[in-house]
């Protein structure tokens, strides 16, 4: 990450959101706002993008990742959750859309200060105000606790939250998220959707080749992944954290659920997955 600039994988992340609107229909997930942070370059941005048939699998799994998490909260929140933690915001969109404002849903975000800088910077460019809603929360996660960041912006500790993970958990030291995960199971009836990879030597011969290409490019912009859980051993410790209820879904799974792909067609290969973990109590 440059000074004063946002993470380079959450603005490629941002773009391929954008795509996904125009290229694909917004057939998986809907967000009439993803472009709006772009700036000036947006569709020029999102031109080249759409232009690059490599990026439509990755696109894809972006669109699911979003869309499963917006669903469990919009479950969450009918069960009277009313407040929830966007983990690594990035440029994501909810909280600005927020649709669940209505009933008073709060958002924090909690993100590296440069990339909230930048945001709010391109929230005012783009004509619209911060929402009364949302609140921003400045953390370092390699070296801050994200309760402590969390509290000294005004979060509930004592009422159940959502907490929304996505993009972040690779970029992250096995420890650190371990940590994160700790403290969210520690908190009273709390859910948590986050996506992760499995190691490299999971993956057949074939993949393995794209996934360590796509690894090696983000580490060639200074933002190498760290962390990769086997399905098995990451639900054991999410057990032993105390999280009650799993749901973990492959990237084959999550993409072709929403697109209709049935069952029997869908592949069976390791890859990225999306976990959803419940304290029910």
Not at 91 to 101: E, G, K, M, S, V
Request: net charge negative.
């Amino acid at each position: 990450m440059q000074t004063g600039q946002p993470s380079r994988t959450a603005f490629g992340a941002a773009i391929l959101r954008a795509v996904h609107q125009t290229a694909d229909g917004a057939s998986i997930f809907v967000d009439p706002l993803a472009h709006v942070l772009l700036g000036d370059d947006a569709d020029a941005l999102i031109a080249a993008s759409a232009a690059d048939p490599s990026r439509q699998q990755l696109r894809l799994f972006l669109a699911a990742r979003s869309r499963f998490a917006e669903d469990a909260l919009a479950a969450a929140v009918s069960r009277g959750v009313r407040q929830a933690v966007i983990i690594g915001a990035g440029l994501d969109t909810l909280a600005l859309r927020n649709p669940h404002q209505a009933i008073g849903l709060r958002v924090f975000e909690a993100d590296h200060p440069a990339t909230q800088a930048w945001k709010r910077e391109r929230i005012v460019a783009a004509g619209r105000a911060v929402p009364d809603l949302l609140t921003f929360v400045p953390v370092d996660f390699e070296r801050q606790h994200l309760g402590d960041a969390l509290a000294a912006g005004g979060f509930r500790s004592s009422e159940p939250a959502f907490f929304h993970w996505l993009g972040v958990v690779p970029y992250l030291r096995r420890e650190a998220v371990l940590a994160v995960l700790s403290f969210l199971a520690s908190l009273p009836a709390a859910e948590v959707v986050f996506d992760y990879t499995e190691p490299l030597a999971n993956y057949a011969p074939a993949r393995r080749v794209n996934v360590a290409a796509l690894a090696a490019r983000t580490a060639a912009i200074g933002e190498p992944w760290l962390s990769y859980f086997d399905p098995s051993e990451l639900a054991a410790e999410l057990r032993k954290c105390g999280f009650d209820e799993l749901v973990d879904v492959s990237r084959d799974d999550i993409v072709g659920r929403y697109l209709g792909v049935p069952q029997a067609e869908r592949a069976r290969e390791a890859g990225a997955h999306v976990m959803q973990a419940r304290r029910l109590t």
